[in-house]
């Protein structure tokens, strides 16, 4: 585990949560889902990969504690799959982390239907349509459901249409499930990365590729670690954020709103 998520965890506050959380084989959502069980919670932890899955089992080694479900979050029946395995495992969920999702680049004029419906699809879709399958599972007493958007989908980046359409969607559907759910006590928000260091990003990192562009254009100018938006998530499900819902928190060292320069 990452030292900076070491340093900044909070055992137990998360105590007595159920977490679903997806895109877990891997970058932010292992360590979301790994920090969510040093915290107290029990966790369902979902992605495509089950080999990455059955790493992240061995590390944490707490069997009453996590649980994991290999799927593929686009298919017609993975969210009620998914809704009832944690029903199964450890009752009511009252904490859904939508993590699960697929960066990538592309102009307008490249864009084919295709490209447009898989990061639609993948970005968007999961968290919608895994959020519908859950929502009539959480307690009455309500919970969280906290989704990933990105900085993408809070400005306009050159190259980008499709991604950032798709993380557009989730901001924006953030805010109208915090209207809907909020009589039930469901909190719903997001977290907006910058960029993170993760297996999909680090080959670009290391070749500098986003040296002027991002880093040293923030106040932050330092590449972020998934542990960065772990706790940002963590905080989000947790009741230290028991009166904040509808809002998107970039999570980017600034990147999103500011220019730094030397």
Not at 82 to 102: D, T, Y
Not at 156 to 178: M, N
Not at 192 to 210: E, N, V, Y
Request: net charge negative; glycine share 10%; proline share 6%.
């Amino acid at each position: 585990m990452n030292s900076r998520a070491e340093s900044l965890s909070l055992p137990g506050q998360l105590t007595g949560r159920t977490a679903i959380v997806t895109g877990a084989a891997s970058g932010i959502g292992r360590v979301t889902a790994d920090l969510f069980v040093r915290r107290g919670a029990r966790v369902l932890a979902v992605d495509l990969h089950a080999d990455g899955l059955a790493e992240l089992a061995e590390r944490i080694a707490t069997p009453d504690s996590l649980h994991t479900v290999a799927v593929d979050l686009t298919d017609a029946g993975a969210p009620d799959h998914v809704a009832q395995s944690c029903l199964e495992r450890f009752g009511a969920p009252n904490v859904l982390a939508n993590i699960a999702g697929k960066a990538g680049d592309g102009p307008l004029e490249d864009t084919t239907d295709e490209d447009l419906d898989f990061y639609l699809r993948v970005n968007f879709g999961t968290a919608f349509r895994l959020s519908r399958a859950t929502v009539p599972h959480f307690p009455p007493d309500g919970g969280a459901i906290v989704n990933t958007s990105s900085t993408f989908g809070l400005v306009g980046v050159r190259g980008s249409a499709p991604y950032s359409a798709a993380k557009g969607a989730v901001t924006s559907v953030t805010r109208q499930l915090a209207a809907d759910l909020g009589r039930r006590n469901i909190r719903v928000n997001a977290v907006a990365p910058g960029l993170i260091a993760t297996p999909a990003t680090q080959a670009k990192i290391d070749a500098g590729l986003f040296d002027d562009s991002v880093t040293r254009s923030r106040p932050l100018p330092r590449v972020g670690v998934p542990a960065d938006i772990a706790n940002a998530v963590a905080f989000l499900a947790s009741e230290d954020a028991a009166f904040i819902t509808g809002v998107t928190v970039p999570v980017c060292g600034g990147w999103s709103t500011t220019r730094y320069r030397d």
